[in-house]
């Protein structure tokens, strides 16, 4: 080893950072494909019903037209759990905007124009439901949650603790559905080579995906190559395959030529998920010097016939704060609408602004500071396992945000401070985000020349993942980063996590350091002589997780918020928001503040803007464009700080490193909430705080 300074840590610019921004990067949709031609999908017109015939006559009449596709002429697929894949294998309709038919052609225009000539004719059923109403008595408490959560979790006396608690609160709080939509819209270029399929898919998980995609079509597991160099963003919504990635490989082979699919905004809104929306309610019963006698949480959230997925909501909710009384239940209803699935925190982000606004309800009702609040009910050990935390410094970042936020002798009282014609407030609330970590696999190898590849089917989608792992080579290898290249967006590397659940960059870090240290074994031992044909080593982190002590793994943040109401408009803005965070060993100080900060700002957005509208008249999302559905712009983004402390832990990984994708967005929306109450003296419990309902 050298004694060059350890790149990990510092704050290097991202590598492909030149190639983004020239263009030269190729995103899905880009890869040059020969003989390449186009499907355009035909999205259901009705909400629930039966597709009765297609009438190609017309569209194939068109020019360049090669096929109509429907589901008596495509491939059989295999059932598999996600039923949204089993694109075009019934004539059943589950829920408007559903593909039910699709057009090839050899340009998109004619595709396009194509499908417009398709008629379907359905018969549709009467009486569907798309609304979450919380008197529906077909309501279900599934047994599980998403990622292993289960439903509903009980300790103590809850109702008895709340009966006797001196002081508490018990209030709904509601949250929208909202819409991933990233920068680069699913896009995917299929091509079938006998048995095997390729695919450039806009994709988080290339090797995740590859496998399901062979379990879906049947195939061996290698036979499915997937390419995403370059990912413009996913926030969950690429984390599995979607409905568009299938269709463009039944096309591909119906058709036997390669085909694009590339999504517009508007079809993505039906078609590659959706955060769900959720009515929650929180009871809170506390002693009359803060301490929490109970927690009892309970979350409404949608699914569709298709899929039970039942998202995490009130999963923080059992280890944020010590209680000896607890109830923590999801519970769902299953409505004729696509399928909801994750959105950067799902769970947390939803969850999480119901609880830390309920907690500063709290802190109004006990007269007591809400930072001192959270403070005086940090747990001993997890509450709901006992298990230790690896780390725990949620008091820690409140009390840095305090002082760098400037809270210190804050005058609690509400709507008193004016601007002119503005309300000023400040809220607070705490952050978290589970540590998740999956097996993985990486190569390395040293070449002749000196320099040095690592191998391994992670992604980029825009988080510095390709530079942080480079720094994490690099480090091991003892050699400048220059001198290392990390080739990541390729099933082929092998069994590797997705990008996803903020696990990404820690879960693939533990292999690539592993794969590495291996190396540098093999070249001491070869007293550092590299065979002409170079040398390369495979490392597998499976049986390192297996050996994981147990521990209670978590990041936590606090995010303090500054608004302004407008006293004519109703119009909120956030002047000022804060993070402070603590999630292990940050690798790029560059880019964790930007994955930090992109969360705090999706936080705001799901404060203040973010909001799809269902039609229960059509069954459809109104506002499914960007001109409709606002997203928090450069504009609305006023003061953003993002900082972090700096925490050891021992019990994650050789790099020490929890995951920074998600905990930015926790706890946001509720800070600015709060904020709102303390500005004006209103409580908002319904996301988006939008001008009507701001009094
Ligand atoms: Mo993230 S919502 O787990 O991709």
Redesign the pocket.
């Known amino acids: 080893m050298t004694t060059l300074d350890k790149v990990v840590g510092g704050a290097p610019a991202r590598i492909e950072g030149r190639d983004k921004v020239t263009g030269a990067a190729r995103y899905a949709s880009e890869y040059p494909v020969p003989d390449a031609v186009y499907a355009w999908p035909v999205q259901s017109t009705i909400v629930r019903g039966r597709v009765r015939a297609v009438r190609a006559t017309a569209a194939l009449a068109l020019p360049g037209v090669i096929a109509v596709l429907d589901n008596r002429n495509v491939s059989r697929l295999r059932p598999v759990q996600d039923a949204e894949l089993a694109v075009l294998q019934s004539a059943d309709v589950s829920y408007r905007g559903q593909i039910v038919a699709a057009v090839v052609a050899n340009t998109l225009e004619q595709a396009r124009e194509a499908a417009s000539a398709v008629r379907v004719v359905y018969e549709g059923e009467e009486g569907y439901d798309v609304v979450l109403d919380p008197g529906d008595p077909r309501i279900l408490s599934p047994r599980k949650a998403n990622a292993g959560f289960e439903g509903t979790v009980d300790w103590g006396d809850v109702e008895g603790a709340l009966a006797s608690a001196p002081v508490g609160v018990d209030a709904v709080y509601t949250t929208s559905t909202e819409h991933a939509s990233p920068m680069e819209p699913h896009a995917t270029i299929a091509f079938w080579e006998g048995e095997n399929l390729t695919l450039y898919n806009a994709d988080?998980a290339p090797w995740m995906s590859a496998t399901a995609i062979a379990e879906l079509f049947g195939l061996p597991e290698n036979a499915v190559n997937i390419v995403a160099d370059h990912v413009g963003g996913?926030?969950?919504s690429k984390?599995v395959p979607r409905p568009p990635t299938v269709l463009a490989a039944l096309a591909a082979r119906a058709v036997r030529r390669p085909v694009k699919v590339a999504m517009t905004r508007q079809q993505m809104f039906a078609l590659v998920s959706y955060r769900t929306p959720t009515v929650q309610r929180v009871r809170l019963g506390a002693e009359r010097d803060g301490t929490l006698t109970a927690v009892w949480h309970d979350a409404l959230q949608q699914s569709s016939k298709l899929v039970e997925y039942t998202e995490q909501t009130v999963a923080a909710s059992r280890m944020m704060y010590a209680t000896p009384n607890s109830h923590t239940a999801h519970r769902l209803l299953r409505l004729d609408v696509p399928t909801p699935s994750?959105?950067?925190?799902?769970g947390e982000a939803p969850g999480m602004f119901a609880l830390e606004s309920a907690m500063d309800e709290l802190a109004y009702a006990l007269g007591m500071d809400p930072v001192q609040l959270r403070i005086v009910n940090e747990p001993p050990a997890d509450p709901e396992s006992g298990l230790p935390f690896s780390s725990r410094n949620l008091v820690a970042c409140l009390r840095e945000g305090a002082a760098r936020f400037g809270w210190a002798g804050r005058d609690p009282t509400p709507g008193v401070r004016e601007e002119g014609r503005k309300l000023v407030g400040t809220g607070v609330a705490s952050s978290t985000y589970p540590v998740f970590t999956m097996a993985s696999t990486a190569a390395a190898y040293a070449e002749p020349t000196g320099r040095f590849v690592v191998e391994i089917a992670a992604v980029d989608i825009g988080t510095g993942a390709r530079t942080a792992l480079t720094q994490v080579a690099a480090d091991e290898l003892g050699v400048p980063m220059d001198r290392v290249t990390v080739r990541v967006g390729r099933s082929v590397f092998g069994p590797a996590p997705?990008?996803?659940?903020?696990m990404g960059t820690s879960s693939w870090s533990w292999a690539v350091s592993k794969a590495c240290r291996a190396l540098v074994k093999e070249l001491d031992e070869r007293a550092g002589v590299v065979p002409p044909e170079g040398l390369g080593v495979r490392a597998d982190t499976t049986e390192d997780l297996a050996a994981w002590k147990h521990f209670s793994r978590h990041s936590f943040g606090a995010q303090f918020a500054e608004v302004t109401v407008d006293v004519d408009s109703g119009q909120v803005r956030v002047e000022r928001l804060l993070g402070v965070f603590a999630a292990g060993r940050i690798i790029n100080a560059r880019t964790a503040r930007s994955q930090f900060l992109g969360g705090m700002t999706m936080g705001i957005s799901m404060a203040l803007h973010e909001a799809l509208e269902m039609d229960p008249r059509f069954g459809d999302f109104v506002n499914h464009d960007l001109a409709g559905y606002h997203i928090a712009a450069n504009a609305d983004v006023r003061g953003i700080e993002a900082h972090w402390i700096d925490e050891q832990d021992d019990e994650l990984n050789p790099v020490g490193a929890k995951g920074i994708?998600?905990v930015g967005i926790v706890g946001t929306a509720a800070a600015i909430a709060n904020a709102v109450f303390h500005a004006t003296g209103f409580r908002q419990r319904d996301l988006p705080i939008t001008l009507d309902r701001v009094r």
Do not use: L, N, V
């Not at 997705?498 to 903020?502: C, H, P, T, V």
């Open positions: 988080q996913g926030f969950g984390a994750w959105m950067r925190a799902p997705f990008a996803g659940g903020s994708g998600e």
